[in-house]
């Protein structure tokens, strides 16, 4: 992968997105408990964390809170990730919330039978409000600061109408400053419900893609959010074995945005939510790696494909090749959900060592 080196910059990554506090009532329900266990989480800034907790790379989070005890409880738990906060923009708070607030999820992690469960609180948040040039990315990217990456996604592109523009600000000026830009496309139908549903996402969705070099995204993403034509691979699906398909798939997807140098997609079938099958295959730079699915417990799943992407992202940013880094991305998933919350609490010998343990071995 081409991009910044290291001693350039100030960090390795720069997260663009929403941070909420996630709410956990543990083994109860959100409607009947009397406790909730709070952690902060975001789909793009889930990636920023555990780059930091468990890969000790040195990352930022671009966000806005509402400047009260509830944001500055947010900026708090991110201070114990040990991700910047110099990012962060602060927006007057109007005293109950009519003009600006701050995001909560509030989410169950199902067991067994009963599948995960999450109720958003999130309309009118400070996040939610950017607008182009409420960030001054020549001054974050340019000389003498700058990222060898920035992580953006789905999530934060729907959160708003002005936010898909503050995206393409940001892409355009990680790429003037040879920044690589990653893309997790993470479509969640409740974001984009009223805001013009499939037909919205694939507008957004295509154009910014169009200028990303690394893309996380699966098969109903390609198809509906980014347009990509996989006609050609369904009259051929019965001649093909699942990876021959799997890879057909990808680099199809690379044909209709040739500007993509990785494309990745995890593999998870649900069992019940507590057992899971879960590996995951990529193009990077042409090559074509996989991760067969095997059997992994599962404590919490949510934030295990954010965790999949640090761990991808890693491995890329440090040389290590295409198959170690989506066998550090699967391992570092399988771990992060063996534990409550939206982020990974493994550490990088954990990860290293399941990978060296034969159960996620990578296939060429």
């Known amino acids: 992968m081409t991009g910044r080196a290291p001693e350039e910059c100030r960090w390795d990554l720069v997260s663009l997105g929403e941070v909420m506090l996630r709410f956990d009532p543990g083994e109860g329900r959100i409607h009947t408990t009397r406790s909730f266990q709070v952690w902060e989480g975001g789909g793009e800034y889930n990636v920023a964390r555990s780059l930091r907790r468990c890969f000790r790379q040195r990352t930022a989070i671009a966000t806005a809170f509402a400047d009260n005890p509830v944001g500055r409880l947010a900026e708090d738990l991110i201070f114990q990730g040990g991700v910047d906060p110099s990012l962060i923009q602060w927006r007057a708070y109007d005293g109950v919330g009519r003009e600006v607030r701050n995001g909560l999820n509030f989410v169950e992690r199902g067991f067994g039978p009963r599948p995960p469960l999450g109720c958003s609180d999130r309309g009118h948040t400070a996040i939610a409000q950017i607008k182009p040039g409420d960030f001054d990315w020549q001054a974050i ?6 990222a060898r990456c920035l992580h953006t996604g789905g999530v934060f592109a729907a959160l708003s109408a002005t936010a898909p523009a ?20 993470n479509y ?19 154009a910014l893609v169009a200028e990303t070099d690394i893309l996380f995204a699966g098969e109903q993403d390609f198809r509906s959010r980014l347009g990509v034509d996989l006609t050609t691979l369904d009259s051929a699906s019965p001649a093909l074995s699942a ?3 799997q890879e057909k798939m990808l680099r199809l997807v690379v044909e209709a945005y040739p500007n993509l140098t990785a494309v990745a997609m995890t593999q998870r079938f649900a069992e019940s939510s507590c057992r899971h099958h879960w590996g995951a295959v990529a193009l990077v730079q042409g090559e074509f790696v996989s991760v067969g699915t095997r059997p992994i417990d599962v404590l919490d799943r949510i934030g295990g494909g954010d965790s999949f992407a640090a761990g991808f992202l890693y491995g890329l940013l440090e ?9 550090c991305g699967v391992a570092h998933g399988a771990l992060a959900m063996t534990t409550p919350g939206d982020m990974s609490m493994a550490t990088l010998p954990e990860v290293e060592r399941l990978m060296s343990g034969g159960a996620l071995q990578t296939h060429r």
């Not at 503050?166 to 496309?185: G, K, M, N, P």
């Not at 969640?188 to 295509?206: C, H, I, K, P």
């Open 141 to 146: 990217f340019g000389k003498g600061a700058g």
């Open 166 to 185: 503050v995206a393409r600000e940001a892409i355009d000026a990680a790429r003037r400053h040879r920044t690589l830009v990653s893309y997790d496309l």
């Open 188 to 206: 969640r139908d409740s974001l984009w419900r009223s805001f013009g549903g499939d037909a919205r996402a694939l507008e957004v969705n295509s």
């Open 243 to 245: 990876l021959e398909r």
């Open 319 to 327: 040389g290590r090749g295409a198959a170690w880094a989506l066998a």
